[in-house]
C-alpha cells in the first residue's frame, strides 16, 4: 500500500489509519492476487515464459514459499528476480532510525523494543520505498558469514558495550533486509559453511551471530538463481538448504524464433542517432536459427548453454557492419545484408564453449550453423519460388554479381543491367514490400536470394580479393 495522505508518524496515527500489519509474503501474495485480477504481467519485459515459467512463479509466490530460479545463462533469471520488487508496497512504516527495518507493530531488535517501551503509543514512525526492501548479492568465494548476517562490531565494543549486548552487533545484508527481499545469485558459487548460515532463515526464521545466545525473528522472502551445471558439479547447494526452499522454477531459452527475434529488439543496443539503420526481419531470423542450432549442436558444451546474449551481439555486429558501410559509401540508410553475415562468427566465437577433440574449428562450426540457418530460413519464404529465369540470367549472359562489405547497394543491383524479374515479389514475401524502391533493402533482398540459391548448390560463389568481398556467378 502507498502511505496515507496524511502521513502517520507515531504508532498510533499507524493504527487509526488502518494500515495492515502483514507479513512480506503475506504484502506479496496480495499485491500479486491485485495483479492477476487486473490482468497486468507479473514481470514486464520477459518474453516467452508466458505459458511456462510465470505461471510457476506466480504459484510459489501465492504459496508463501523461498524459492530458485534454475536455468542456464541468458535465461533472464536475474530480471525475473529484479522484476519482484514491484509486488512490495510502494512504501512501508518502520520504527524510525531503526537499522533492520523494524515494523512499528512488532518491533525485532533489542533497540526499538526499548523505544517501544519507552515511548507506547507514541512511538516514532519512518516511512521507506521499495528499493530499500530489496537486496541482490552475487555469490562468490570470498563472501563472509558477517556479510550476509553479521558479526560483533569492535567500536560499539570499545564504546563501552558489553560483548553481550545484541546491540555490538554489526548487522549483514539479510538483517538489514528484515521484512523485505533478498536475492543471492549463483548461490552453488557460495561456500557450503556459508550456505550453512541460510539454514536457519530459511526454516526457523532467526539468526546466530557467533556465540550469541541471540534470536532475532526475521521476516525475508528469500530468492536464490542457479545454473544447472553449477547445481550439480561445479559447485553445490547443500542438501538441508535444498530441502528449505519451497520450490524450484525452471527457465529456459526462447522457444520460437518469433521470441528470439523479439528478445533481440527488446534488448540489443540502439544504433548511433545520426544514422538511420533498417535491419530486415528475415537476417534477423537467420540469427535466431543459427543460434537454436548451435543450442542443439552435440560440438557445443550444451551444460554452459548458448544465451539470447550471442544472438544480441550478433545483432548488434551486423548493424555495426551496415553502419560502417554507410557511412564509407555516403548512403543515407543502413541496412544489413547476407555479406555482413560474415561478420558474425569471429566476433560471436568467446560467447560459445565448444566440446572439441581438435582445437581449430571453432570458427568453422560457427560458420556452418549460420549456413544452415540461412538456407532454413530462405525455405520458410521463398519456397516454390520460381528463380529458373534468374538463374538462366547467370548462365546466358555471363552474369557476375559481386558484393562486399563496402559495395553500396545500388552497386549490386546495378549488376544485373536493369530491372531484376520477380524482385517485387521476393521484398514482398520477405515482408519488405513497403521498402521496395529502397537500393538498399532491395539489394539486401537480392543478395539472400542469391545466397540461398549457392547454399542450394544452384550458384557459384567465391570469395575474391579480400575478406568481406563475394562474387556470385554462373
Same mark, same amino acid.
Given at each position: 500500500m502507498a502511505a496515507p495522505s496524511t502521513v502517520p508518524s507515531t504508532l498510533a496515527e499507524l493504527r487509526e489509519a488502518g494500515v495492515p500489519d502483514r507479513s512480506?509474503?503475506?504484502?506479496?501474495?496480495?499485491?500479486?492476487?491485485?495483479?492477476?485480477?487486473?490482468?497486468?504481467?507479473?514481470?514486464?519485459?520477459?518474453?516467452?515464459?508466458?505459458?511456462?515459467?510465470? =505461471?510457476?512463479?506466480?504459484?510459489?509466490?501465492?504459496?508463501?514459499?523461498?524459492?530458485?530460479?534454475?536455468?542456464?545463462?541468458?535465461?533472464?533469471?536475474?530480471?525475473?528476480?529484479?522484476?519482484?520488487?514491484?509486488?512490495?508496497?510502494?512504501?512501508?512504516?518502520?520504527?524510525?532510525?531503526?537499522?533492520?527495518?523494524?515494523?512499528?507493530?512488532?518491533?525485532t531488535c533489542a533497540a526499538c523494543r526499548r523505544k517501544a517501551v519507552d515511548h507506547g503509543d507514541r512511538l516514532p514512525v519512518a516511512w521507506i520505498d521499495r528499493e530499500r526492501?530489496?537486496?541482490?548479492?552475487?555469490?562468490?568465494?570470498?563472501?563472509?558469514?558477517?556479510?550476509?548476517?553479521?558479526?560483533?562490531?569492535?567500536?560499539?565494543?570499545?564504546?563501552?558495550?558489553?560483548?553481550?549486548?545484541?546491540?555490538?552487533?554489526?548487522?549483514?545484508?539479510?538483517?538489514?533486509?528484515?521484512?523485505?527481499?533478498?536475492?543471492?545469485?549463483?548461490? =552453488?558459487?557460495?561456500?557450503?559453511?556459508?550456505?550453512?548460515?541460510?539454514?536457519?532463515?530459511?526454516?526457523?526464521?532467526?539468526?546466530?551471530?557467533?556465540?550469541?545466545?541471540?534470536?532475532?525473528?526475521?521476516?525475508?522472502?528469500?530468492?536464490?538463481?542457479?545454473?544447472?551445471?553449477?547445481?550439480?558439479?561445479?559447485?553445490?547447494?547443500?542438501?538441508?538448504l535444498k530441502d528449505r526452499f519451497g520450490a524450484q522454477v525452471r527457465t529456459h531459452y526462447p522457444r520460437t524464433v518469433d521470441d528470439e527475434v523479439a528478445i533481440v529488439h527488446a534488448e540489443a543496443a540502439p544504433p548511433p542517432p545520426d544514422v538511420t539503420v533498417h535491419v530486415p526481419r528475415f537476417l534477423d531470423e537467420v540469427l535466431a536459427e543459427c543460434t537454436r542450432a548451435l543450442r542443439d549442436s552435440p560440438e557445443i558444451n550444451q551444460r554452459s548453454g548458448v544465451s539470447v546474449r550471442f544472438t544480441i551481439g550478433a545483432h548488434e555486429t551486423l548493424v555495426a557492419a551496415a553502419v560502417r558501410r554507410a557511412a564509407r559509401t555516403g548512403v543515407d540508410l543502413a541496412v544489413p545484408r547476407v555479406v555482413d553475415l560474415q561478420t558474425v562468427p569471429p566476433a560471436a566465437l568467446g560467447r560459445v564453449e565448444f566440446d572439441l577433440l581438435e582445437e581449430g574449428r571453432e570458427l568453422e562450426i560457427v560458420e556452418q550453423a549460420l549456413s544452415r540457418a540461412l538456407l532454413a530460413?530462405?525455405?520458410?519464404?521463398?519456397?516454390?519460388?520460381?528463380?529458373?529465369?534468374?538463374?538462366?540470367?547467370?548462365?546466358?549472359?555471363?552474369?557476375?554479381?559481386?558484393?562486399?562489405?563496402?559495395?553500396?547497394?545500388?552497386?549490386?543491383?546495378?549488376?544485373?543491367?536493369?530491372?531484376?524479374?520477380?524482385?517485387?515479389?521476393?521484398?514482398?514475401?520477405?515482408?519488405?514490400?513497403?521498402?521496395?524502391?529502397?537500393?538498399?533493402?532491395?539489394?539486401?533482398?537480392?543478395?539472400?536470394?542469391?545466397?540461398?540459391?549457392?547454399?542450394?548448390r544452384r550458384l557459384n560463389r567465391d570469395a575474391v580479393d579480400h575478406v568481406g568481398t563475394l562474387r556470385y556467378g554462373g
Open positions: 512480506v509474503k503475506e504484502e506479496v501474495r496480495a499485491n500479486l492476487i491485485a495483479r492477476l485480477r487486473a490482468d497486468e504481467p507479473l514481470s514486464t519485459g520477459v518474453i516467452g515464459y508466458e505459458h511456462h515459467v510465470l =505461471p510457476e512463479l506466480e504459484r510459489a509466490l501465492l504459496a508463501g514459499q523461498d524459492l530458485i530460479l534454475l536455468g542456464e545463462r541468458g535465461q533472464a533469471k536475474t530480471r525475473l528476480v529484479r522484476g519482484l520488487v514491484e509486488l512490495l508496497d510502494p512504501s512501508t512504516p518502520i520504527v524510525a532510525g531503526c537499522e533492520i527495518n523494524c515494523s512499528p507493530y512488532h518491533p526492501r530489496f537486496a541482490e548479492k552475487l555469490a562468490t568465494p570470498d563472501i563472509a558469514v558477517a556479510d550476509l548476517i553479521g558479526d560483533v562490531d569492535p567500536i560499539k565494543v570499545a564504546e563501552g558495550r558489553t560483548l553481550g549486548d545484541e546491540e555490538t552487533i554489526h548487522w549483514g545484508l539479510v538483517p538489514r533486509h528484515h521484512r523485505g527481499i533478498v536475492a543471492i545469485n549463483e548461490l =552453488p558459487d557460495l561456500p557450503e559453511r556459508i550456505q550453512v548460515a541460510l539454514l536457519n532463515v530459511l526454516e526457523e526464521r532467526d539468526v546466530q551471530v557467533r556465540g550469541y545466545s541471540l534470536r532475532l525473528p526475521l521476516d525475508v522472502l528469500l530468492v536464490a538463481t542457479a545454473n544447472p551445471d553449477d547445481y550439480t558439479n561445479r559447485g553445490r547447494i547443500i542438501s538441508p530460413v530462405w525455405r520458410r519464404h521463398l519456397a516454390g519460388e520460381d528463380l529458373d529465369r534468374l538463374l538462366a540470367r547467370f548462365d546466358e549472359e555471363s552474369l557476375t554479381v559481386v558484393t562486399g562489405d563496402l559495395v553500396p547497394g545500388a552497386d549490386v543491383l546495378a549488376a544485373f543491367g536493369g530491372t531484376i524479374d520477380g524482385l517485387a515479389r521476393w521484398l514482398e514475401r520477405l515482408g519488405e514490400a513497403d521498402r521496395a524502391d529502397d537500393p538498399e533493402v532491395a539489394a539486401s533482398a537480392v543478395e539472400f536470394v542469391l545466397e540461398g540459391l549457392h547454399l542450394g
